[in-house]
């Protein structure tokens, strides 16, 4: 008789354990799928579709050293070494900032396809914006 009672609550278990487990499962992947607009955007490269052409963003510092961000992510911060010129050759606009991790206040910004020179000013960090 006893063998009997426990088969019914092992398989209540093994249902139970079941319905947990997919319920978990579901609200992993409804968690990704709720997140921001803005969050969204921020995963998505600043650059033209496959085969659009070469994706980058170039920067000299004062010196003359030419550093290349290969595929920037929109809203993700790049610092610099001190850019002071360089070219946006993504399909975003790109702030410039005169401090590190994009803090306070972007002073510039260079639109998609375009150079900037300003050797009076120095920048050290630069994002791509939706």
Partial sequence: MTHVRTAPRTTLRIALA??????????AQTGQ??????????RVP?????????CYFEYYDASGLRTIEFDPEVGRCYNTTG???????????VHLWPTSNCSGSATALVSAGFSWNDPSHTYYSFKPIP
């Fill in 83 to 93: 850019a002071v010129r360089g070219t946006n050759k993504t399909n975003r606009t």
């Fill in 46 to 54: 600043a650059c033209p579709p496959p085969g659009g052409g070469s």
């Fill in 33 to 42: 799928a709720t997140s921001s607009p803005a969050e969204a955007r921020a």
């Fill in 18 to 27: 079941t319905v947990l487990a997919l319920g978990l499962t579901v609200l």
